[in-house]
Every structure is written in structure tokens, then in C-alpha cells.
């Protein structure tokens, strides 16, 4: 556990760059979840239930943190089409804190009410809505893939009208843990507004307070601006490997969010795959295929390709292009040791390139489930199931050089059936609760997901 301690650095950029809010005000406040392992890296976890409905359901300060929340000003492309009038329709930055490795993160909501950017919407979240997203965020994190945390689920006791669930439908507001808020739509926004010195300021905020590491803040800005490009690529490269490997599709690819710490976040139509197939699409209305699983790469360079726009002023577009172009070779190389550690092995390179291409050969061929594969081989070789085919026996071939990994012998993977998360396991954890308020099966469920995450990591 590591202390609390406060660290609110948005609120020394100015009022470009958000707009105070208030709360809406909920007629109830019962606690559904609280994340305990991660409050407890931000030195949260002490709270009391009642404390923490009053920090988090009725959004009162935490010490030395923001007296009001800051609803944050960005753009972006919606499937393609640029969007200005969004920006932080339904959440707000209720604080910022340090964790245990000095970084700073947010406790961001969802589902808080109206802001400034809501247009005609009511700034509301479903409870069903909430649950997915607890759902989405364990099985990442378990899945190694940089997400956001799901830290609190609230219902309030309001009913909500959608017309894509069956109304009217109960409400929660969620909060959630965040390696930054800052997205791609941000410095857009700025571009738009042809805000050249915010851009500037932008930069060298997030390389002062998030690339600290790598970066000097105070550097000429046409050096700075391709380095900070080339960090958001590296991040958004591994992350976009880990949805490949995890077998995710985010649903939602827009250029508002992606964060430019790489951190996947911000949850709605997402899906698992159950079987391999790229073609395979998380929203209804996502018609074109654009953010399907195997189009999820170039969704992802695009986004990056956007954030390079605003870089243009700062050095032209030769030191932009070159880091653009070593983003899929990034990219590969994330999803290969993803693959390998998925699998609990080693393999020298030129096996794990090799390892990618007959392993998804051979789980397009199949009809066994995608997290199901993973379950059986988990060591290099087949504890069940008939892996017999000919595209099976060419990846047994490229398995058998692979060093198993120490996890490998874990218990765990005894277990006949993997824990995955298709769209029919998501639905058979709700209706419960829709129908009967009990939540046992979904606690159960997360019990499961964080064995899984404990026995990969072991």
C-alpha cells in the first residue's frame, strides 16, 4: 500500500483546456463495487464504505485535490469524421494522485451528469453499462493489456431511458483509475483552434509530468515534439498488441479515445472474440467493419497519424513521418511476446514471428475458442482437446524449440474450461442482477478473471 497523496497538475494548465463543473446530485447511492487492490496503490483502500460513497457517489473533495471537477476540452474523429462539438459530455477529473511508482493518475467518472459538452444527452450512465466495464478492465488487466482501472461502481437509484437496453434501466456512476486523461482529441482540439502555444504547452506538460523519463520538457520544441510522438506511438503500439493477443475489440476506436499514455480506457460496445475471425466487430452500428479485430493496427496508426498532424508547426513532417513508420514493427513485436506469454513460453525472434502466423492460421481453422487455445497450450503443448489437424501439427513444429515458462506448472491451468468473456457470459452475469439484484455470479466471475491474472503472472 503507498500513501495518499495528492498531486491535481491539470489544474495548472489554464481554462483552454477545461471547463469546472459540478456533480449532479443522485437520489441514492448504493455501493455495487469498490476496487480495493486499486485503491490501495494510491493509498485509498483505508476508506470506509460510507467514505467512499461520499467521495465517489457524491463527489465530495479528497484533501488537498480538486475543490470542483474539471470537465476536459478535446475533439476528435468519430469513425472517421471530425468531430468539434464533444469533449466531456458525461465525466469530469475528480482528483489526481500519485501511486506507489511516483506516477501520477486520475480518478475520472462516468456517468456524473451533465457538462458544458452534453449537447442534448443527460450525462448518465447505466448500471449495465457499468458492470461491462468493470468486466472490460479485469480481464485486460488479467490479460497483461495497460488499461484503466474500473475503481468504483455507485447505483443511483434513477432510471434511464436507451433505446439500446430495455427501459427504462437503472443507473450507476463510475469511476475510474487512469494513467492520465490527456487523448489525441485534445491536441486536435487545440489545432483546430489553431492554438499553436497550447499545443506547445500541451507537450510539454505531458513530457514534465508523464515522460519524465525520457524527456526533457524544457527541450527546443521541434526536438521535443517528434520525441513525444514517438513515445505516444511506442505506447499506443504495445497497447494495440495487447488487444490483438487478448483477442479484444474495443468497439471504439475514435481518435477521443486513445490517451496519449497509451492506456486503453474508456469502454463501451467492446467484445472478446469467442472464436477467431478479423472480421469480427464489438458495435452494432460499426456497419463498415472500420474498428474490427483485424483492422484494430490500422485503427490505431491512424489515430497516431492525427496526434502527427498537430505536430506539423514544430520541425515539418520528415521527423514526424520517421517515427510513423516504425509503428506496425512496434506493433508486432508487442503482439509476438504477448502471444509467447499468453502461451507460458520463450522463443528466440525468428520462432515468435513464426509462432504469430501458424498460431492464427490454425485458430482461423478451428472451432475452438480463442481463450481456449491459450488454456490448452498453456506450456507449449496440448493438456486437452483435439488439436490433430494440419495447421495444429505446424504450429506444434514451431512450439517445440520453446523454453516453458516457470508459470506453466501453475494449477490454474488443470481446469478444463478457460475463463473467457464472451458476449453470452457477459449477458449470463447481468441478468441476475436485472433480474433479481443478485450479484454473487458476477463477484464470482471476477474472482476467476483475477486467478487467471494471478496464474499468468506467476
Known amino acids: 500500500m503507498t500513501?495518499?497523496?495528492?498531486?491535481?497538475?491539470?489544474?495548472?494548465?489554464?481554462?483552454?483546456?477545461?471547463?469546472?463543473?459540478?456533480?449532479?446530485?443522485?437520489?441514492?447511492?448504493q455501493l455495487r463495487y469498490r476496487n480495493d487492490r486499486a485503491a490501495a496503490s494510491v493509498g485509498l483502500d483505508g476508506l470506509d464504505d460510507a467514505a467512499w460513497v461520499d467521495h465517489f457517489g457524491k463527489f465530495q473533495s479528497l484533501p488537498e485535490n480538486y475543490q470542483q471537477p474539471l470537465a476536459l476540452s478535446y475533439h476528435g474523429h468519430q469513425f472517421g469524421v471530425y468531430n468539434p462539438e464533444i469533449g466531456d459530455g458525461r465525466g469530469f477529473l475528480f482528483a489526481q494522485l500519485r501511486d506507489h511508482d511516483g506516477?501520477?493518475?486520475?480518478?475520472?467518472?462516468?456517468?456524473?451528469?451533465?457538462?458544458?459538452?452534453?449537447?442534448?444527452?443527460?450525462?448518465?450512465?447505466?448500471?449495465?453499462?457499468?458492470?461491462?466495464?468493470?468486466?472490460?478492465?479485469?480481464?485486460?488487466?488479467?490479460?497483461?493489456?495497460?488499461?484503466?482501472?474500473?475503481?468504483?461502481?455507485?447505483?443511483?437509484?434513477?432510471?434511464?431511458?436507451?433505446?439500446?437496453?430495455?427501459?427504462?434501466?437503472?443507473?450507476?456512476?463510475?469511476?475510474?483509475?487512469?494513467?492520465?486523461?490527456?487523448?489525441?482529441?485534445?491536441?486536435q482540439r487545440l489545432r483546430f483552434m489553431e492554438d499553436q502555444d497550447g499545443i506547445e504547452t500541451l507537450i510539454r506538460h505531458v513530457a514534465r509530468h508523464y515522460f519524465s523519463a525520457n524527456l526533457d520538457a524544457d527541450a527546443?520544441?521541434?526536438?521535443?515534439?517528434?520525441?513525444?510522438?514517438?513515445?505516444?506511438?511506442?505506447?499506443?503500439?504495445?497497447t494495440a498488441g495487447g488487444w490483438m493477443a487478448a483477442g479484444f475489440v474495443h468497439g471504439v476506436l475514435n481518435?477521443?479515445?486513445?490517451?496519449?499514455?497509451?492506456?486503453?480506457?474508456?469502454?463501451?460496445?467492446?467484445r472478446f472474440m469467442d472464436r477467431?475471425?478479423?472480421?469480427?466487430?464489438?458495435?452494432?452500428?460499426?456497419?463498415?467493419?472500420?474498428?474490427?479485430?483485424?483492422?484494430?493496427?490500422?485503427?490505431?496508426?491512424?489515430?497516431?497519424?492525427?496526434?502527427?498532424?498537430?505536430?506539423?508547426?514544430?520541425?515539418?513532417?520528415?521527423?514526424?513521418e520517421a517515427v510513423l513508420q516504425d509503428f506496425y514493427n512496434k506493433?508486432?513485436?508487442?503482439?509476438?511476446?504477448?502471444?509467447?506469454?499468453?502461451?507460458?513460453?520463450?522463443?528466440?525472434?525468428?520462432a515468435s514471428v513464426e509462432l504469430s502466423t501458424t498460431l492464427f492460421a490454425a485458430a482461423k481453422a478451428t472451432d475452438v475458442g480463442f481463450a481456449q487455445i491459450f488454456h490448452d497450450w498453456y506450456g507449449g503443448t496440448p493438456r486437452r482437446g483435439d488439436y490433430s489437424s494440419a495447421e495444429w501439427q505446424v504450429f506444434a513444429g514451431v512450439l517445440e524449440g520453446a523454453t516453458p515458462l516457470a508459470s506453466a506448472s501453475h494449477p490454474f491451468f488443470d481446469r478444463d474450461k478457460a475463463v473467457a468473456l464472451p458476449?453470452?457470459?457477459?449477458?449470463?452475469?447481468?441478468?441476475?442482477?436485472?433480474?433479481?439484484?443478485?450479484?454473487?455470479?458476477?463477484?464470482?466471475?471476477?474472482?476467476?478473471?483475477?486467478?487467471?491474472?494471478?496464474?499468468?503472472?506467476?
Open 276 to 320: 477467431f475471425d478479423p472480421r469480427f466487430v464489438a458495435a452494432y452500428f460499426d456497419q463498415s467493419g472500420r474498428y474490427a479485430y483485424g483492422r484494430q493496427p490500422e485503427a490505431s496508426l491512424w489515430a497516431v497519424c492525427r496526434l502527427a498532424d498537430c505536430l506539423l508547426p514544430f520541425g515539418g513532417a520528415p521527423p514526424l
Open 423 to 458: 458476449i453470452e457470459t457477459v449477458e449470463a452475469l447481468w441478468d441476475p442482477i436485472a433480474a433479481r439484484d443478485d450479484w454473487a455470479p458476477l463477484y464470482a466471475f471476477i474472482d476467476d478473471i483475477r486467478a487467471l491474472g494471478a496464474a499468468l503472472s506467476s
Open 331 to 350: 506493433l508486432e513485436t508487442s503482439l509476438r511476446r504477448r502471444l509467447c506469454w499468453r502461451l507460458g513460453v520463450q522463443l528466440n525472434d525468428e
Open 103 to 187: 506516477r501520477v493518475l486520475d480518478l475520472g467518472t462516468k456517468g456524473s451528469g451533465t457538462t458544458p459538452y452534453s449537447r442534448t444527452a443527460d450525462g448518465r450512465l447505466t448500471l449495465k453499462g457499468a458492470v461491462r466495464e468493470i468486466l472490460a478492465t479485469e480481464m485486460l488487466q488479467a490479460l497483461g493489456v495497460n488499461t484503466s482501472k474500473t475503481f468504483s461502481v455507485i447505483e443511483t437509484g434513477e432510471a434511464l431511458q436507451r433505446h439500446d437496453e430495455p427501459s427504462p434501466t437503472r443507473a450507476a456512476v463510475l469511476v475510474r483509475l487512469s494513467h492520465s486523461h490527456i487523448r489525441i482529441g485534445s491536441f
Open 255 to 270: 481518435t477521443d479515445n486513445f490517451n496519449i499514455t497509451g492506456e486503453s480506457f474508456d469502454y463501451g460496445p467492446w
Open 3 to 29: 500513501s495518499y497523496a495528492a498531486a491535481p497538475i491539470h489544474g495548472t494548465l489554464d481554462d483552454r483546456f477545461y471547463q469546472k463543473v459540478d456533480a449532479a446530485t443522485f437520489p441514492d447511492h
Open 220 to 238: 527546443p520544441i521541434n526536438d521535443l515534439a517528434p520525441a513525444f510522438l514517438a513515445e505516444t506511438a511506442a505506447k499506443v503500439a504495445d
